[in-house]
């Protein structure tokens, strides 16, 4: 829960300022009842959250979403019970109150966190190659969307961490498929991957087994002219490499 923690930190001394400023500015006034139930609930809900007593605060936080029809509170009372979600790590559950918060306030204060938050709910889930192909997508999608429709949002360096985090997932699912061709003696199949990874993704920290393989792959095709054309790619970007000295020796074969 590091991430989220860092986040707490952005994030809760604006929602203090907020409510301190509320106050203040109703003590001058006479606030209507609605609104005064829907800021009441709003501070206990943050303090059961604090509490981690989250069943507690999701049912103030309900509360407020279906009782401010000032809509004054009912924005902050989505976002915070998508935290709790988040916190629980009930990712599917925070992504859809998030993305309910944008699609209804996307000029809201809130909105770059929220957007951010979104992406956070599917990066969150990335674990092993195989699987986490379609979260990285999504992932990367939303971390763009912050950047493009929010670029003034304190999350722009660690943004740029995460995206290059689901540029290598992609890729390295690319160069997995691309390997199953391969093992499965689907020369063509494996070198249409291995050329669409080198086109999408150049900056692969694995780009000279990519450039072996395809390689390879059309040497088994009996295409000599791609193949010396890959295995000399490899060896001029990679001199240095075991792989360079292998693609050498074959190409040495070859001709």
Aim: hydrophobic share 40%.
């Amino acid at each position: 829960m590091k991430d989220f923690n860092i986040l707490k930190r952005l994030f809760l001394p604006v929602f203090i300022l907020f409510f301190i400023a509320a106050c203040s500015s109703d003590k001058a006034a006479v606030r209507d009842s609605n609104i005064s139930e829907a800021e009441e609930a709003l501070i206990q809900a943050n303090e059961k959250i604090t509490n981690k007593d989250y069943e507690a605060a999701k049912t103030l936080l309900e509360k407020v979403k279906t009782t401010d029809t000032t809509m004054k509170f009912s924005a902050l009372a989505q976002v915070r019970l998508a935290d709790i979600y988040f916190e629980q790590e009930l990712f599917d559950e925070a992504s859809i109150e998030y993305e309910n918060f944008l699609s209804m306030h996307p000029y809201n204060k809130y909105a770059p966190y929220a957007q951010f938050q979104l992406a956070m709910s599917f990066y969150k889930q990335m674990t092993t190659v195989d699987v986490s192909y379609s979260l990285a997508l999504r992932a990367l999608k939303e971390f763009r969307t912050l950047q493009e429709n929010y670029p003034r949002n304190p999350y722009m360096d660690v943004t740029e961490t995460r995206i290059a985090k689901c540029l290598s997932i992609l890729a390295e699912h690319e160069l997995y498929v691309g390997m199953f061709y391969f093992k499965k003696e689907a020369y063509a199949s494996a070198a249409s991957r291995f050329n669409e990874l080198l086109e999408k993704y150049p900056d692969l920290n694995k780009e000279a087994d990519v450039y072996y393989y395809l390689g390879l792959s059309y040497k088994n095709l009996g295409e000599k002219e791609k193949a010396l054309k890959a295995f000399s790619t490899l060896i001029e970007k990679f001199p240095a490499t075991g792989l360079a000295k292998d693609a050498q020796e074959i190409i040495t074969s070859l001709k």
